[in-house]
């Protein structure tokens, strides 16, 4: 059974940071595309940043400059290093692999 689990989602003020961890199992992990999506309530699910199995990365344009994604092929896992938190990047934040494997999500609030 495929299963992404995300970790690292919590309560942190204004310009905080947070790094956000997601582990695959059950699949080869290093060939696929990964990336981390979030969705706020009421909102459509969004695009934060894609890591290619090649390593090529791309940020939605609203976290540019701020978030980093990352990934370490021997652990099966990926990375959101987000920095200069602001409120408007609450959401629950997303792992995916592939086209069409999801984690169960992560709450992040950035809230004073």
């Known amino acids: 059974q495929v299963q992404l689990v995300e970790s690292g989602g919590g309560l942190v003020q204004p310009g905080g940071s947070l790094r956000l961890s997601c582990v695959a199992s059950g699949r080869i992990f290093g060939i696929y595309n990964m990336g981390w999506y979030r969705q706020a309530p009421g909102t459509q699910r969004e695009l934060v940043a894609t890591i290619t199995s090649g390593g090529s990365t791309n940020y939605g344009d609203s976290v540019k400059g701020r978030f980093t994604i990352s990934r370490d092929n021997a652990k099966n896992m990926v990375y959101l290093q987000m920095n200069s938190l602001k409120p408007e990047d609450t959401g629950v934040y997303y792992c995916?692999?592939?086209?069409?494997?999801w984690g169960q999500g992560t709450q992040v609030t950035v809230s004073s």
């Open positions: 995916r692999m592939g086209a069409d494997v």
